[in-house]
């Protein structure tokens, strides 16, 4: 088991998390940037070794009822990926998907490229100059417009 400093050496590395002092010389570490309300990666890293990393993407069983998983056995190398899993989550949107998404669409046919960005909710076909050509609500409605016009997607 790591110890306590060993933990807190880790998460001091990463520079976008910030740590907040909490009771019982506890420390909590915010990802400030985060897309979501949630900005909290670890939560009562406690003197004694013990760690709790967020982790939504498990399943309820392994977390505790706010979505943490409790990391005080973890290993360096499964303390990092839980980090790094948690950073991950929290720069996409309710939504699941990060703010900068974009996929590239082409028409052989027309020699023409269009980008589907997903910004703030919204699915946009973009031309390549970055002109909105068409927005949409949901993401299978901007495939399915440009399945209907031509297009196939380059970048899976």
């Known amino acids: 088991m790591l110890t306590f400093e060993q933990k807190e050496a880790i998460l001091d590395r990463y520079a976008e998390l910030t740590k907040q002092p909490v009771s019982l010389k506890r420390v909590n570490y915010h990802y400030k940037a985060s897309e979501q309300a949630k900005t909290m990666v670890v939560r009562h890293l406690h003197p004694n070794g013990n760690i709790w990393i967020y982790a939504p993407f498990l399943t309820m069983d392994e977390t505790d009822e706010k979505g943490y998983v409790n990391g005080r056995d973890f290993s360096k190398t499964q303390l990092i990926e839980a980090i790094e899993a948690a950073i991950d989550e929290l720069q996409k949107d309710e939504s699941g ?52 016009e031509g297009f196939f997607r380059t970048d899976k």
Request: hydrophobic share 40%.
């Open 97 to 148: 998907f990060k703010a900068d998404y974009k996929e590239t669409w082409e028409n052989t046919r027309l020699h023409q490229t269009l980008i589907l960005a997903h910004e703030k909710d919204m699915w946009q076909v973009l031309t390549d100059d970055g002109k909105v050509e068409m927005a949409f609500y949901a993401k299978s409605a901007a495939e399915s417009y440009l399945d209907d």
